[in-house]
């Protein structure tokens, strides 16, 4: 039973497409996060949202967007793919968002912009 | 700029023996650290987490120690089993919400 599950797992797109990424959480937590791991490994936040209230958006595009229609969901849309998008995507949720709450990672969306 | 660094992007240990993976971090407003453990193709799991009010946090056969003057941190598995082999990522956030920064990863491999 997967607490954080997104989907697609692996996605392959041409530049210029515009893609989602869907994330559910099942731990009845109240913040979830998107995270991206590049090709130098750098794991790095870009969102995170608190009962669907944006709280941190750290130097993203607006080229992203993310969207929480409830507390269980955050689905990241991605307009105008750029080949230097292509990494891996990880959706995650914690409790409050307060230091000190565990954050609880998704299986990670592969995603290769060609 | 990377306020949470690995300097070591891989370690081989021998099985039984004791792994140490070193973090080292910029920010001094850092007050909660963390350390998560990554297998191939699945997200990075809690593993244990030390607040800047300790020098040490032990659970099992995983300890974080703190050293807050040299703004270092460690983590030590004792003793290593083949299972421990994974990516483990040093983390560490500031006090209220949650901006995680995390460090780029130290792959260990535990040689049975």
């Known amino acids: 039973d997967t607490a954080v599950s997104q989907t697609p797992k692996y996605l392959v797109t041409q530049m210029g497409n515009d893609k989602s990424i869907k994330c559910e959480q099942n731990?009845?937590?109240?913040?979830m996060y998107w995270y991206k791991q590049d090709s130098k490994k750098f794991l790095k936040i870009m969102f995170s949202?608190?009962?669907?209230?944006?709280?941190i958006n750290e130097t993203v595009p607006n080229r992203f967007s993310p969207k929480s229609p409830d507390k269980a969901h955050l689905n990241l849309h991605i307009n105008s793919l750029e080949l230097g998008d292509s990494a891996v995507y990880f959706c995650?949720?914690?409790?409050?968002?307060?230091?000190?709450?565990?954050?609880?990672f998704g299986e990670g969306s592969w995603l290769t912009v060609v | 700029d990377q306020q949470v660094k690995q300097n070591s992007p891989s370690l081989s240990v021998q099985e039984g023996r004791i792994s140490i993976l070193n973090c080292d971090y910029t920010?001094?407003?850092?007050?909660?650290f963390l350390w998560y453990k990554k297998y191939p193709a699945e997200g990075p799991t809690f593993l244990i987490s030390?607040?800047?009010?300790?020098d040490k946090n032990e659970d099992g056969r995983f300890t974080v120690f703190l050293n807050k003057s040299a703004k270092h941190l460690s983590l030590h598995i004792v003793p290593s089993q083949p299972g421990d082999s994974a990516v483990y990522f040093c983390?560490?956030?500031?006090?209220?919400?949650?901006?995680?920064?995390f460090g780029t990863g130290t792959k260990l491999q535990v040689i049975p």
């Open positions: 995650a949720s914690s409790q409050d968002g307060f230091s000190g709450n565990t954050i609880y």
């Open positions: 731990l009845g937590h109240d913040t």
């Open positions: 949202y608190n009962n669907k209230e944006l709280i």
């Open positions: 920010n001094s407003m850092f007050d909660y």
């Open positions: 030390i607040s800047s009010i300790k």
């Open positions: 983390a560490a956030s500031v006090g209220g919400y949650q901006k995680v920064t």
